[in-house]
C-alpha cells in the first residue's frame, strides 16, 4: 500500500474503538472530563455488542456509570449498572457480578444520601455531626473512644437512615475503629450478645456488601482473623433480608430460622436493618 493509501485508508471499526477507548481513559475527573467520557463510552456502546469478543461492553457499561456517579447523576449510573449486572449474569462471570452488587448497593448509599442532603433540614445536619464523630476515629484516647460509642449508639437510632450511615461510618473507618468492633464482637458474646451482634453486624455489612450470600468462616478468618463467620436472615416482623448477621463458625451449615423469641439451642439477636425491631436467628442444633 503506497504511504498516500494509508493516510486515507478508513479507519476499522476495531481501530475506531481502540482510539475511542484510549482516548476516554487518557481524561481525568473533572466535570468537563466526566461529560466528555461520558459522550465517548455512548458512542462506543452503539459500536460494541453483547457479543463482541474482542471488546466487553459491561466494562463501558461500568466506566460510563461511574463517570455518571463522579457527576452525581446516581440514576443515569444505576440504570448503567444494572445493565451491567444483567449482561454480567447472563455471561455467567460470577466475578463481575459480585463487583457490580457491590456497586450497586454503594451507588444507592450514595444517592439515599444525596437525596437527605438536598432535603436538607436536621437530618442532613445529623449526617454533618456523625461524619464530624467519625473524623476522630482516625485518632485516638479518650476523643477516639466518646466517637466511637456515639457512633455505635447511633447503630440503634429509630432512624433506618442514622442507623445506615453509622454502620457505614464505622465499617469503613480506621484500622483502630476496626479493632475496636472485632474486640467487642468477641468479648461481648456472652455477656451482652446485643452488643455483639451490633459489632458482628458491621463486620457483617462491610464484607458482605451486595452480597445475600453467607460468608463462610474462612473467609471471614483472612478478613477479621477470628472465629465467625456471616449469614443472611428474613426479618420476622417485616421480612426484609438483613444481610451480614455475625454467627459461629458453622452458622451457615446447619439450618437457621427466624423467631420473634431467643428459645431454641442457639440464637443471635439482630436488629432489623429496615423496621429497627429486634428478631432472633435460632438454631435447632448448637452450631458453636
Ligand atoms: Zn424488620
Known sequence: MSFLKKMFKRESLDE???RLWESAKKLGWSDVDCKKKIQIYTELLNLIDENSTTFNICAILRNRAISYRSLKDYDSALKDLKEELKIAQRKGDQI???DCKKIIEETNNFKRKAEIEAIGGKKAER????????NKLWGSGSDFDMAFETLFKDLESD?????????????????????????IYQECLNTNPNRSSLAGRVLGRKIAKGSDESITSEIARIYYGINVSFISCSCVYCSHTNKGIAAPVNGPRVPYYHQENDK??????????RCGKTFFVVWDKDPR
Do not use: H, W
Request: proline share 4%; net charge positive.
Open 159 to 183: 432512624d433506618p437512615d442514622i442507623r445506615s450511615y453509622a454502620t457505614r461510618l464505622l465499617a469503613e473507618s480506621s484500622r483502630n475503629a476496626l479493632q475496636k468492633l472485632i474486640s
Open 127 to 134: 449526617f454533618k455531626e456523625m461524619e464530624k464523630q467519625e
Open 16 to 18: 475506531k474503538i481502540k
Open 96 to 98: 463481575r457480578v459480585m
Open 264 to 273: 431454641g439451642a442457639y440464637a443471635v439477636p439482630v436488629l432489623c436493618d
